[in-house]
């Protein structure tokens, strides 16, 4: 199934899409399926980023091929980074630019949606606590990474986790392409399979440090090609089976 947050006459709500239609749940789908109502055009729908997250873990490092392209060695243990829930943004929402970075990159990237409360999962606990998969958009100021130990700052800002447009339930993480287009320039192009430490090792791992809980976003890396945004710029991540996800990009706004 096809899931999404939605806003229609300035309600958010969760929702099932139906073809061209998008019908409200009672609640989150990974609480209840029950549909609320008649269906909503999707064009006439507002998307949200799929989920209300607390938190989104993201993995550094874990395609062989991204930790060529930036001299690092592949990592012996998932390396992780917290991006926090403020940074979310919308599918056909901007990404905006900020005034202290002069190279902020695209990292396309598969993201799985958490189900349950889960802590100290084995590998088989984890994958059953995948609740669906989204695209993803790991926007990073390279610069400020470069020159900082930790990645906090650089993955930071507010709209550099861009999430949608919606989440799939019935689709395996194991071989989908992944592809970056900016400006319908094929930036990235890769395979899940590439991946150093697969879907469930990596939500095993996380959850022996911290406990995910329902709707947090794990993002699991990006293939090798990140480059560079620019004001005008639109960036879209494909992912086979779920769909696209595009954001211009913009100037931030001094205040």
């Known amino acids: 199934m096809r899931y999404c947050r939605f806003k229609h006459q300035g309600v958010a709500r969760y929702g099932v899409i139906h073809g061209d239609e998008v019908v409200a749940l009672a609640g989150a789908p990974w609480v209840s399926s029950s549909e609320t109502g008649p269906g909503v055009p999707l064009a006439a729908a507002e998307l949200l980023p799929p989920t209300e997250a607390s938190k989104i873990v993201a993995v550094g490092q874990n395609y062989r091929k991204h930790a060529e392209e930036l001299g690092k060695p592949v990592p012996p243990e998932p390396l992780l980074f917290i991006k926090p829930a403020t940074a979310l943004n919308a599918h056909a929402q901007p990404i905006l630019l900020p005034p202290d970075s002069a190279e902020v990159h695209h990292e396309s990237e598969l993201a799985l949606v958490i189900g349950h409360r889960i802590k100290d999962a084995d590998e088989a606990q984890a994958a059953k606590a995948i609740f669906a998969l989204t695209c993803f958009n790991d926007v990073t100021?390279?610069?400020?990474?470069?020159?900082?130990?930790?990645?906090?700052?650089?993955?930071?800002?507010?709209?550099?986790?861009?999430?949608?447009?919606?989440?799939?339930?019935?689709?395996?993480?194991?071989?989908?392409?992944?592809?970056?287009?900016?400006?319908?320039?094929?930036?990235?192009?890769?395979?899940?399979?590439?991946?150093?430490?697969?879907?469930?090792?990596?939500?095993?791992?996380?959850?022996?440090?911290?406990?995910?809980?329902?709707?947090?976003?794990?993002?699991?890396?990006?293939?090798?090609?990140?480059?560079?945004?620019?004001?005008?710029?639109?960036?879209?991540?494909?992912?086979?089976?779920?769909?696209?996800?595009?954001?211009?990009?913009?100037?931030?706004?001094?205040?």
């Open 141 to 255: 100021a390279r610069d400020i990474q470069r020159r900082e130990v930790q990645h906090t700052r650089a993955k930071s800002y507010d709209t550099f986790a861009c999430a949608g447009p919606w989440m799939e339930t019935e689709l395996s993480p194991a071989h989908l392409r992944v592809v970056c287009r900016v400006n319908g320039q094929v930036r990235q192009d890769g395979r899940t399979s590439d991946m150093i430490f697969p879907p469930a090792r990596l939500v095993s791992f996380i959850s022996r440090i911290m406990t995910l809980l329902p709707g947090d976003l794990v993002s699991t890396g990006t293939p090798s090609g990140v480059g560079p945004l620019r004001d005008g710029d639109l960036v879209e991540v494909e992912i086979e089976g779920i769909g696209i996800l595009a954001n211009p990009v913009t100037l931030a706004r001094s205040t």
